[in-house]
C-alpha cells in the first residue's frame, strides 16, 4: 500500500506561483509513475502532469504545458508540482496519484493510489 499526502494549495492572485508537493509513505516509490490530477466543481478529475519512475519521461496537458513542472525525489519519496503564471482556470482540487506502470500514463484508471488531494483557488 501508498499512502499519498498532497500539500501546498491554497489561494494566489492569477499570474502568482506555488509549488505543490506530494509525500509518500508506506513504500517507497522509486518504481512508481507518479501523476497530477485535478477536478474543478462540476468537472471530470483530468490529468495535469505526470512522470515516469525515473524522472526520465514528463507528460504535460496542453493548458499547462510551459506553465506547470513536475518533479520527483526518490530519496525523498516525494513528487513536486511547481505552478507559474497562474490562471483563474487553473481553480481546483489537485490530486496526487501513483501507477506501478512504468510509464507515465494520462489515464486516470491507470492509478492505483491517491491522495485527498489540496484545494488550488487562484482569484483574479
Known amino acids: 500500500q501508498v499512502q499519498l499526502v498532497e500539500s501546498g494549495g491554497g489561494l494566489v492572485q492569477a499570474g502568482g506561483s506555488l509549488r505543490l508537493s506530494c509525500a509518500a509513505s508506506g513504500r517507497t516509490i522509486n518504481n512508481y509513475s507518479m501523476g497530477w490530477f485535478r477536478q474543478a466543481p462540476g468537472k471530470e478529475r483530468d490529468i495535469v502532469a505526470a512522470i515516469n519512475w525515473s524522472g526520465s519521461f514528463t507528460y504535460y496537458a496542453d493548458s499547462v504545458k510551459g506553465r506547470f513542472t513536475i518533479s520527483r525525489d526518490n530519496a525523498l519519496n516525494s513528487v513536486f508540482l511547481q505552478m507559474n503564471s497562474l490562471k483563474p482556470e487553473d481553480t481546483a482540487v489537485y490530486f496526487c496519484?501513483?501507477?506501478?506502470?512504468?510509464?507515465?500514463?494520462?489515464?486516470?484508471?491507470?492509478?492505483?493510489?491517491w491522495g485527498r488531494g489540496t484545494q488550488l483557488t487562484v482569484s483574479s
Open positions: 496519484a501513483a501507477t506501478e506502470s512504468p510509464l507515465a500514463s494520462t489515464a486516470r484508471a491507470v492509478y492505483r493510489y
